[in-house]
């Protein structure tokens, strides 16, 4: 949601700024702009794509951004970036600024003059003002960043000037070190093609970027000590790479993703202690891989795992309990996960968070940060993250079994055997695509389809369901199999599609009548199993490799992937950017 760039060196800024904006596009947005310092500063935004720019102008200094509009409609005036009455500073703004009507309201009355609805546009007034007292743009900017509230990454140039100010407060912002160049961004695929060497920013770091130096404050001016870290992401793996869609590729890169995410989680030392009882928070995707590891994580610790939604979490009345909370969020930054997470910190939990971006926000509230290792996931709708997240919930299931006395050696070492199987697992279920091709074509005229199952695969429905209405606009709701017949029974005619999950496990025999119940209804029922019996009550088999019930879950996630990918693509969506959605949700 909302994407910055900044650039400051010895090549042409406005193609640099461009081409990062392309590379956040991702985020989400609906308007872009830049603004370049040749002599004055010149400013091009509009609302639409990136694209729409064209970049004509000169200067080797500025600042872009992709917009994601919260408070004002998504036109060419709200978009970013915003200078102030005498166009001497541009800014950009990620975040919301809780107080900026009343801000608003007192800079009007010293005459400043407002073009936009937005409540980032305070921020250049703010600079204007300040700079007339303190006569230096980082004094000026210090100053200014003090007087807001709310949540924010700023960056921001000065006529004249050849460096950025840039500020970080519940927003992720990061800077990449180049050789002559440096940069500032919200994501680090921005600027990956120019250097790997960065310094993640934290809640009330201030930097200050020339083409020759980097430094660091604190919010009062003083300067800070930041370490520099090496991102081991090659351009390439922000790029489509012959893919026609970041999905896809993002699909057949798990497992590597997920090589990875093991080799990281083996090499992560964290002790954590005995609660009786752990809280698994999360959003969307996280959520659904959270809910299939719950199931997992109470068959092996034999202690209560209780499902929130990060949204709903603060509702919840303070109850007493000890427990462990696992926050589970792919980008780190999502606004919902980020307050739950403060919430369950502040009721004495102890914290782990399942991440997929080093540094991001969420490992700031916590007390233990486990990292998958998936790579960046560009694509809106996550596979390689979800994968990796449902990895982790398995590990982090035997290792506390481990921990806490409940499994032993060897049971741990057979289950361990069979979780580094994963990646072989995913790699023969790639080899499914065609079949599932063929039964997309019968899905793509559809608007509606139910998705069903039991036990742990209740929420792989969940999640195949997600990602079918996210990417391909087919309104899609999964059902435990046993709900069916007390109402969404109705629903079912002659044609409907009925995905079914079906793992032989205790859940077998129920899934098999349940099966029979909407086919007597004349569903169209398409079955996701290893048990050739099953095919005999359905339309369509899709034949997953034969394996342990509890690791089903990883070959019937690309299925449902792949179903909903080849759906959309027929139905001629916009896969990598659904309408309406943000890759990260920094909003609550
Ligand atoms: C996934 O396909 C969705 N786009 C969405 O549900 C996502 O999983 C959710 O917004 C949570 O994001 P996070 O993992 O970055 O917290």
């Known amino acids: 949601m909302c994407g910055i760039i900044g650039y400051t060196g010895f090549r042409k800024a406005a193609p640099i700024l461009l081409d990062a904006l392309k590379r956040l596009e991702y985020r989400g947005y ?78 009007i009355k010293k005459g400043h003059r407002y073009s936009s609805k937005t409540d980032s546009e305070v921020i250049a007034h703010l600079l204007e003002e300040e700079y007339e007292k303190a006569g230096d743009f980082r004094k000026a900017f210090i100053n ?95 790029e489509k790479s012959g893919y026609e869609h970041f999905m896809l590729k993002e699909i057949y890169e798990q497992p590597v993703a997920i090589e990875n995410t093991v080799h990281s989680l083996f090499s992560t030392h964290i002790d954590l202690k005995y609660h009786g009882k752990i809280n698994v928070i999360a959003c969307g995707t996280s959520y659904n891989a959270g809910f299939a590891g719950k199931y997992l994580m109470e068959k092996m610790l034999k202690i209560p795992v209780e499902m929130h939604y990060s949204s709903e979490y603060r509702t919840r009345p303070n109850v007493r309990e000890r427990a462990l909370s696992i926050l589970i969020t792919q980008s780190g930054e999502t606004a919902d996960t980020l307050m739950a997470a403060k919430i369950a910190r502040k009721r004495g939990h102890e914290t782990l968070a399942i991440t997929n971006v080093l540094g991001s926000s969420i490992t700031h509230h916590v007390d233990h940060v486990l990292y998958t290792s998936a790579g960046p996931e560009i694509g809106v709708a996550a596979t390689k993250t979800f994968m990796a997240q449902l990895a982790s919930m398995y590990y982090l299931s035997a290792k506390l079994g481990v921990d806490y006395g409940i499994i032993n050696e060897s049971r741990h070492e057979e289950f361990m055997e069979e979780f580094r199987r994963i990646p072989r697992l995913i790699e023969n279920s790639l080899q499914l695509e065609d079949d599932i ?8 005229d559809k608007e509606h389809m139910f998705y069903i ?70 569903a169209y029922v398409i079955a996701i199993s290893s048990e050739s019996e099953v095919k005999s009550y359905v339309d369509q088999w899709i034949r997953t490799p034969s394996n342990n019930p509890d690791f089903s879950t990883f070959s019937s996630a690309v299925v449902l992937q792949l179903l909903a990918y080849h759906t959309a693509k027929l139905r001629g969506c916009e896969i990598d950017k659904p309408r309406n959605l943000a890759k990260s949700v920094t909003v609550e």
Do not use: Q
Request: glycine letters at 8%.
């Open 144 to 238: 200014a960043i003090n007087r807001l509230k709310g949540s924010f990454a700023i960056a921001a140039i000065h006529k004249g000037e050849k460096r950025i100010m840039g500020v970080k407060k519940e927003s992720p912002l990061i800077v990449g070190i180049g050789d002559g160049e440096n940069f500032l961004a919200s994501d680090v695929p921005a600027f990956l093609p120019y250097t790997n060497r960065v310094v993640i920013l934290e809640d009330g770091d201030v930097c200050e970027i020339t083409p020759k130096s980097v430094s660091f404050y604190d919010m009062n001016g003083n300067p800070v000590e930041k370490k520099e870290e090496y991102i081991d992401w090659s351009p390439e793996s922000a």
């Open 437 to 444: 091709k063929k039964i997309a074509y019968e899905l793509k």
């Open 30 to 107: 609906d308007s872009a702009g830049i603004a370049v310092i040749n002599h004055e500063i010149k400013v091009e935004k509009r609302s639409g794509y990136v694209s729409y720019l064209s970049g004509n102008m000169e200067g080797h200094v500025g600042i872009g951004h992709t917009r994601w509009a919260t408070h004002g409609e998504p036109t060419d005036i709200n978009a970013h970036p915003f200078v102030d009455c005498r166009n001497e500073f541009a800014i950009v703004h990620n975040g919301i600024i809780e107080n900026h009507e009343k801000l608003k309201e007192d800079l």
């Open 453 to 522: 199952a039991r036990g742990i695969n209740y929420p792989l429905a969940m999640e195949g369901a997600l990602k079918m209405k996210e990417i391909s606009y087919i309104h899609a709701e999964a059902y435990p199999a046993g709900e069916l017949k007390h109402g969404p029974l109705a629903l079912i005619r002659k044609g409907t599609p009925v995905v079914a999950i079906v793992s032989k496990d205790e859940t077998y025999e129920k899934m098999l009548s349940n099966i029979k119940e909407v086919s007597a209804r004349g």
